[in-house]
């Protein structure tokens, strides 16, 4: 079974940066797994972020950038802002048509 | 706009059915992969099941296997989602959502704003 990692929770100044991860329980993440990150809010739908390891969606701000970092996919917030306070997930294609969440990573801005 | 509608949740006792759809407009509805994803009370996103935008290809979770059918009507633009055999642990917000193409690999653009099931006795 696959699982995919992220930390359970960081916390960022305001202006700050923060980078989360998202790995794999048993290969490296690369391009080939398509890393994608969403932002969630209490009681809304899921934001798409960053598709394809590191396009920005549409209207997402440029301070959120995506990598490959080491051996993992990874979201970058530079300058965070308190609106940035929310759930962040990562989400990786692993083949046959099955993408897997990661458990998410609560960000708190403070 | 680009939107999603989804429908068709509400309570359901355990060994029940129930079918969600979601409606799309403002795109080319048979141009893309479209998935539902899910989302139990206080925990994460749960990717649950996908198709094809021709509708002749879909994968499931194992979780999900054998119990939820996934389909759409491209002349309707309409993604539908039949669940039998609910069990409690099926309980949650389930989000339609839309591909960026037709591609597996593709992440998802456009969410609908959720339907909740809930299953218990």
């Known amino acids: 079974q696959t699982v995919v990692t992220q930390e359970p929770s960081f916390s960022v100044s305001p202006g700050g940066t923060v980078t989360l991860t998202c790995g794999l329980s048993s290969d490296s993440v690369s391009t080939s797994y398509y890393p994608s990150w969403y932002q969630q809010t209490p009681g809304q739908a899921p934001r798409t972020l960053i598709y394809n390891t590191n396009s920005r969606s549409s209207g997402v701000p440029d301070r959120f950038s995506g990598s490959i970092l080491g051996n993992k996919a990874a979201l970058t917030i530079t300058g965070a802002q308190a609106d940035d306070e929310s759930d962040y997930y990562c989400?990786?294609?692993?083949?046959?048509?099955?993408?897997?969440f990661g458990g998410g990573t609560k960000v708190t801005v403070l | 706009e680009v939107q999603l509608l989804e429908s068709g949740g509400g309570l359901v006792q355990p060994g029940g059915s129930l079918r969600l759809s979601c409606a799309a407009s403002g795109f080319t509805f048979s141009s893309y992969t479209m998935t539902w994803v899910r989302q139990a009370p206080g925990k994460g996103l749960e990717w649950v099941s996908a198709?094809?935008?021709?509708?002749?290809?879909?994968y499931s979770a194992d979780s999900v296997k054998g119990r939820f059918t996934l389909s759409r009507d491209n002349s309707k633009n309409t993604l539908s989602l039949q669940m039998n055999s609910l069990r409690v642990e099926d309980t949650a917000v389930y989000y339609c959502?839309?591909?960026?193409?037709?591609?597996?690999?593709?992440?998802?653009?456009?969410w609908g704003q959720g339907t909740m099931v809930t299953v218990s006795s």
């Open positions: 198709i094809s935008g021709s509708g002749a290809y879909t």
């Open positions: 989400a990786l294609y692993v083949g046959r048509g099955i993408k897997v």
């Open positions: 959502a839309k591909g960026y193409g037709n591609s597996w690999g593709d992440a998802f653009d456009i």
